[in-house]
């Protein structure tokens, strides 16, 4: 763990899932000893903003220049291997679930994992609603909404979201409502 506990993704994904599941969690004192860290603790569950996942890869292709990565990867054997190796130095070689959040992956940053076999998967929320909205399931580019949400696109020029129940004003172009049942 390295965000601010009062971020709303940190909160989810540390604090409750970690609770849900009985896990262990690692804090961290600097983010600049996040490799290290990764390194030593080896986690099963990763979460991180985009600029997290963006240095993960600068340390690589730093080393290894993409076409070079590209030629090794190509070679069944050989690529395996590779991208084994390329995990274990990020300290993600255990990790089953690794999710960003927080601000939009950027295009082709979740593809240019996945070829080294880490499976990063993006989520949607806000503070306002407990930063559970949505997640884009294995194997699929678009966010699906959670269960007991749903959302609706708001268009900039009228930024209004009207539910059954309130209307309210907002800025940004997503509007979502989160249903709670007993």
């Not at 340390?59 to 990565?69: D, E, N, S, T, Y």
């Not at 949505?134 to 539910?163: D, E, F, H, Y």
């Amino acid at each position: 763990s390295y965000l601010p506990l009062a971020h709303a993704q940190e909160r989810l994904t540390c604090e409750s899932l970690s609770l849900m599941v009985g896990a262990r969690i690692h804090f961290l004192e600097r983010i600049e000893a996040l490799g290290d860290a990764l390194r030593q603790v080896a986690p099963t569950f990763f979460t991180g903003g985009p600029p997290v996942y963006q240095r993960m890869q600068a340390a690589i292709l730093a080393r290894v220049p993409q076409a070079q990565l590209d030629r090794w990867l190509r070679v069944p054997i050989v690529g395996r291997a590779f991208a084994r190796a390329l995990r274990k130095k990020l300290g993600l070689h255990e990790a089953a679930l690794c999710i960003a959040g927080g601000a939009p992956l950027p295009p082709g940053l979740a593809e240019w994992f996945a070829r080294i076999g880490i499976a990063v998967r993006q989520g949607y929320g806000s503070t306002e609603n407990c930063g559970y909205v949505a997640r884009n399931p294995a194997g699929t580019p678009r966010k699906q909404p959670l269960p007991s949400c749903s959302t609706r696109l708001v268009l900039p020029c009228i930024r209004r979201c009207a539910w059954p129940s309130r209307t309210r004003t907002l800025r940004r172009k997503r509007c979502s409502r989160r249903g709670l049942s007993s």
